[in-house]
């Protein structure tokens, strides 16, 4: 794998594009010098290349929660290094990690963060090679899930944090019903299950109109397994969910199966091309709904039974 970081960002036609892995490939191709030499730096850039493409569209709403979780103690006030990638606003923190590095000149400081993560000088002081198997017992050192994520934010034209629609509920890190085993995954994702301990993840992009219905569920990181989307009029457990599985129900009350579908890279979506639009099962204009996907993990994690779902989502219909 001859490609690289400084390669695929070189190369325009990439940026703020959703990358297949062929066309990030053949675009390196064409890219013939490598601008980072060091040993170090060609072993990230290695590990870059392999990072797995979750899914179409990483934006920095997925990097973002990565960037709290390893960099809060520096780079979300105090600003050391110019910048607050961690700041708990995701928009400002965006801002700042566009600025350009002196650690990766010509670049930003969110790809620089990528660089240093993985050449292990960053979390400063924290003891991390950026080798998640060997920084396995280390607490601070970022794990290979959240190594990808951030990779693949870089590779696929650092995002920004795109609109999303909908709140995310349920998440398994609130009292009175926390994830059953301890497995909270990211905030705003669902219990960890034995594919991601990140947990998987449900979003709403487009429009929640009743008369433009552009509303698109999304799930990521999910297990390689069937996921099913359902609806319900109420948040089961008063918004905390109730155990179920390895993980949580988060909706109740008139539950509706809205459709089965095998995730590709981990990324499921509903409605499709030729689906039915999914204002067809909601009655009338203010009308809240509860959404989840449901997905079955055969590998024995947590509890003995073989389920799991993401986090809630509480969408608002308007007219
Ligand atoms: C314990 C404090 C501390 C933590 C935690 C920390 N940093 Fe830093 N960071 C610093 C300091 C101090 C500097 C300035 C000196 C330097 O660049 O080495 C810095 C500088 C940087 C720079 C250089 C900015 C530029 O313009 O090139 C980047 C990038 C960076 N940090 C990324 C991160 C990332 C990503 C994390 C989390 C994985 C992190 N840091 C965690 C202290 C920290």
Redesign the pocket.
Request: overall charge positive.
């Given at each position: 794998m001859a490609f690289n970081l400084h390669a695929i960002l070189a190369c325009p036609a990439r940026i703020g594009v959703a990358a297949s892995l062929h066309a990030l490939v053949s675009c390196a191709a064409l890219s013939v010098v490598a601008t980072c030499m060091s040993t170090l730096c060609m072993l990230s850039l290695c590990m870059l290349a392999l990072a797995p493409r979750a899914h179409a569209q990483t934006t920095f709403a997925d990097a973002h929660p990565v960037?709290v979780a390893?960099?809060s103690?520096?780079?979300a006030v105090v600003g050391?290094?110019?910048?607050n990638?961690?700041y708990p606003d995701p928009v400002s923190a965006y801002t700042d990690a566009q600025?350009?590095?002196?650690?990766?000149p010509g670049q930003t400081?969110g790809y620089?963060?990528?660089v240093?993560?993985l050449d292990g000088?960053?979390?400063?002081?924290?003891g991390c090679t950026g080798n998640p198997a060997l920084d396995a017992g280390n607490p601070l050192c970022?794990t290979a899930g959240e190594l990808a994520i951030v990779q693949a934010w870089i590779a696929e034209g650092q995002l920004p944090p795109l609109a999303m629609t909908g709140t995310s509920f349920c998440s398994g890190h609130q009292d009175p019903t926390p994830c059953p085993c301890g497995n909270a995954g990211l905030p705003s994702a669902g219990c960890a299950h034995a594919a991601n301990e990140l947990g998987a993840r449900l979003v709403g992009r487009g429009s929640a109109s009743l008369a433009q219905d552009g509303l698109v569920l999304e799930a990521t990181r999910l297990p390689a397994s069937s996921a099913l989307f359902i609806q319900g009029d109420a948040a089961a457990g008063t918004g905390q969910g109730q155990v179920f599985g390895d993980g949580l129900l988060c909706v109740t009350t008139n539950v509706v199966r809205l459709r089965t579908r095998t995730p590709i890279a981990g990324t499921a979506r509903h409605p499709a091309p030729g689906d039915a639009p999914l204002s067809v099962q909601v009655q009338a204009p203010g009308s809240v709904k509860h959404y989840q996907v449901l997905f079955r993990n055969a590998a024995n994690y947590c509890t003995a039974s073989t389920w799991n779902g993401t986090n809630g989502l509480r969408v608002t219909w308007t007219p």
């Open positions: 960037f390893r960099c103690g520096c780079h050391f290094g110019g910048f990638i961690a600025a350009p590095s002196y650690y990766s400081k620089a963060s990528v240093r993560m000088t960053m979390p400063m002081n924290g970022a």
